[in-house]
């Protein structure tokens, strides 16, 4: 690095990538985290992208935009980008409102052009001062051209040479953060490993950005960011949903039974169904139904024949399922049912996130039909959250409905690999071949648990049939008794309330002392944490609670939030969580704090809140 380069040195930083849908910033910004993961930089991702398949090119609407925080200490993407790489003037003008005061913008001159300009609404020839950002540190660079001049002996068309334009910004960016090209090398051999002329192009533009960086080092600052020591392991760049298919995988190993997945393409669920489609070398069995209903049926059905069963699906798609989870709750059958939540009503914003199903995970069927409902807090939790929802189902003979949404699903985080025997083993309570001596029949359970014991078809001696009709308690023949439907119900609850004193207690992060309380669930977790350790560090003392167990609620529920003198329970929808909670802990009163605009917390509009409360008397 020259001598003339400034360098910042910090403990975290922010940078958003931004263009249009066709432009590659996805896969810029993923290569960067995986980057920036395998150095020892905690990180998180927020991949926001637009519904549409693909706008016109230049327009707002089309605009795709990649952020990842990078450093120490890190829990959320940020609120505000340190660096923007803005690919066009709609990339800049959607984005602009995401960056620092002081921030710096990267952006391709070759597309500032009058035309498009007029694409992205803008009014001027100044697009910097239209939008007030005329004091903000400008990095032009004329991507585009170079890019062309780099590739033009290569006999690519100008469309593919193009499209190599986002690699040019990656490698400018990692000049900017001291990133190892060599490491960006090897995640693109991976991806072009059979397009060589596309992968010698996209190293050689890549290599190109990087040079350029060290050419204009006098015109910005470099970072260097700092690295905090990490558990030992080896590391990597995980999403929400693909951990979410490795937790099922390594539940399928602990338990024994073959993972079998039935389930129906949605966003953002879908890359689920695609890993695990992948997966046949582990066994891995994967049916790409019809629809939604035909999924978890499939799914019922290898419960039924003893396969770890899950299925995958957004809001839309638990509500087309919710009968079919009931004929599981009455089957007694065990299944996981794994919800990214997503806006809506309806078709609602398909690529946005919210915590609005909660309601319907637990309510959303017909008759008394209890299931377990549990929340992953993070990318990497997805992985712990569905090795326990499978874990449950199989121990307790009940669906499990596992509720992540988009921002955890598609952002990202650097996860240690872990070793299996870090994860305890899963053990169903299966039928004993004594039990056939004292009359055995499929609706006999254990007495403290009220768990019925799991007979697998084709165990001798144990032939039986099961269905969405009532059963006698102890013969299992259908019944319509009063009485005997009285206590099947009663029975059914029992079984899942019994789940609290399986799971962890709740536990409360930040100052113990506090008067106020913040509570949340699922997918907001980094926000809230950042939030409370800004209002730690500014002497206003502030507690966590945090959960991940929501049906049933931690033993402890009652006991903790009664300790706080103020409670505000933050969500991103109306208030379910907290309804919920008030339901369950008789004279609670809670404050809340709510957001539904398919967007994730800021942590500044949180610690607002926070000291507004905290200040009243």
Known sequence: MSAQTKVKEVEKVVIRFSGDSGDGMQLAGNIFSNISAAIGNEISTFPDYPAEIRAPQGTLGGVSGFQVHIGSGVHTPGDKADVLVAMNPAALKTNIKFVKSDGVVIFDTDSFSKSDLDKAAFKTDDPFAEIGAASIQKVPVPISSMVAASLADTGMDNKSIMRCKNMFALGLVCWLFDRPLDQAAHLLKNKFSKKPTVLEANIKVMTDGYNYGNNIHASVSTYRIETKSVKKGVYTDISGNRATALGLIAASEKSGLPLFLGSYPITPASDILHELAKRKDLGVKVVQAEDEIAGVCTAIGAAFAGDLAATSTSGPGLALKSEAIGLAVMAELPLVVIDVQRGGPSTGMPTKTEQTDLLQALYGRNGESPAVVIAATTPTDCFDMAFNAAKIALEHMTPVILLTDAFIANGSSAWRIPEADEYPEIKPNYVKP??????????????????????????????????????????????????????????????????????????????????????????????????????????????????????????????????????????????????????????????????????????????DCFTKLSEEK
């Open 434 to 607: 004594e039990m056939l001596e004292k009359g055995w029949r499929p609706y006999l359970r254990d007495e403290e648990t009220k768990v019925r014991y799991w007979a697998l078809p084709g165990t001798e001696g144990f032939m039986h049939r099961l269905g969405g009709l009532e059963k006698d308690s102890e013969t299992s023949a259908i019944s319509t008794d009063p009485q005997n439907h009285q206590k099947m119900v009663s029975l059914r609850q029992a079984k899942v309330d019994y789940i609290a004193n399986c799971i962890e207690p709740l536990s409360v992060e930040g100052e113990p002392d506090a008067d106020l309380l913040v509570v949340g669930w699922g997918g907001t977790y980094g926000h809230l944490i950042t939030a409370v350790e800004e209002m730690n560090a500014k002497g206003m003392k502030t507690a966590l609670a945090h959960f991940r167990y929501i049906n049933p609620l931690p033993a402890n529920t009652a006991e903790v939030l009664r300790k706080y003198k103020k409670v505000v329970v933050c969500e991103l929808n109306s208030g379910q969580f907290a309804t919920h909670l008030v339901s369950k802990v008789p004279g609670l009163v809670v404050e809340r704090y709510n957001k539904v605009q398919g967007q994730p917390f800021m942590v500044s509009e949180l610690v």
